[in-house]
């Protein structure tokens, strides 16, 4: 399992966080994810065989946020 924190702008409440986590744990090989509104982040757990990065950040921002370099 790999861990990656990826800075996600656009969360502005507790259905953001909800929606984003919610998206993130829908993909194949996602093991855990902690969205956090404060510092406006998602660390995600996942295994490298079944997902790869660009395809957590695609999910971020087909749900409407950002996801900052």
Same mark, same amino acid.
């Given at each position: 399992?790999?861990?990656?924190?990826? %800075?996600?702008? *656009?969360? =502005?409440? @507790?259905?953001?966080? @909800?929606?984003? =986590?919610?998206?993130?744990?829908?993909?194949? *090989?996602?093991?855990?994810?902690?969205?956090?509104?404060?510092?406006?982040?998602?660390?995600?757990?996942?295994?490298?065989? %079944?997902?790869?990065?660009?395809?957590?950040?695609?999910?971020?921002?087909?749900? @409407?946020?950002?996801?900052?370099?």
């Amino acid at each position: 399992m790999e861990t990656v924190t990826l %800075k996600v702008n *656009g969360m =502005t409440c @507790g259905g953001c966080v @909800g929606s984003v =986590t919610r998206v993130l744990k829908a993909l194949p *090989g996602v093991d855990a994810v902690d969205v956090q509104l404060a510092p406006g982040q998602a660390t995600i757990r996942y295994d490298a065989a %079944k997902v790869a990065v660009p395809k957590l950040r695609a999910a971020i921002e087909d749900a @409407g946020y950002d996801v900052a370099a």
